[in-house]
C-alpha cells in the first residue's frame, strides 16, 4: 500500500528570539518516532532550499513556524495560505531574503518555478519576542517555549489525519 509523503518544514532564525519556534519544534519532532513517510527537516533561513523541497511531489507540506496574527504570545495556529496562481507569481519578482524565509515568498517561488504543492499548511505560534536585526535574542519567550509541545501535538495529528485519509482512499 502506498503511503503519503509529507514534508515537515521548521522555519526560523536561531538569533531573533521566538523566530526559533518551527526550529524548535522540529527539534522536538525529529526525537520522535514517525512513519517512514514523514520527512522533518530544520530548514531555518534557507529559503531556496525549502523552495527545491517543496518542488517534489508531496501529498503535504507542513510548515511550522512564528506567526504574528495578533494573538497572545504562545497561542498556536493552523493556516492553509492561498497560493497565488503561477502567472502572478511569474509577474513578479521573487526576492529572497538573506537572514529570514518568508513562507509566503517561498511559496510564490515555487509557483513560478512551476511547482504545485498539492497541500500546504502553517502550524504557527504568536510571539512574544522577535529581538532585533542588530541585538538579536537567543532562546524562546517563556509563552512560546511552553507551545512547542502543543505544537508537536498538532504537527502529529495532522499527520495522521492526512494518513487516515489516504488509507481511506486507497480501500475506496
Do not use: W
Not at 98 to 123: S, T
Not at 126 to 153: K, Q, R, W
Amino acid at each position: 500500500m502506498s503511503m503519503p509523503r509529507i514534508l515537515v518544514a521548521g522555519i526560523g532564525n536561531i538569533f531573533l528570539g521566538d523566530d526559533a519556534f518551527g526550529v524548535e519544534v522540529v527539534r522536538g519532532l525529529s526525537r520522535r518516532a514517525l512513519p517512514d513517510y514523514v520527512r522533518v527537516v530544520d530548514y531555518g533561513i534557507r529559503g531556496l532550499d525549502l523552495a527545491y523541497a517543496l518542488m517534489d511531489d508531496y501529498d503535504l507540506a507542513i510548515l511550522v513556524d512564528a506567526a504574528g496574527r495578533g494573538g497572545e504570545p504562545g497561542t498556536l495556529y493552523v493556516l492553509e495560505p492561498e497560493l497565488s496562481d503561477a502567472e502572478a507569481a511569474e509577474t513578479r519578482a521573487v526576492a529572497m531574503e538573506a537572514h529570514g524565509l518568508n513562507p509566503m515568498l517561498v511559496l510564490e517561488m515555487v509557483r513560478a518555478m512551476g511547482g504545485r504543492p498539492r497541500q500546504v499548511l502553517v502550524v504557527g505560534c504568536e510571539p512574544a519576542t522577535l529581538g532585533d536585526e542588530f541585538e538579536g535574542a537567543m532562546g524562546l519567550s517563556p509563552a512560546v517555549e511552553a507551545a512547542v509541545a502543543g505544537a508537536i501535538a498538532i504537527v502529529e495529528s495532522l499527520i495522521a489525519r492526512v494518513a487516515q485519509h489516504h488509507a481511506a482512499k486507497l480501500v475506496a
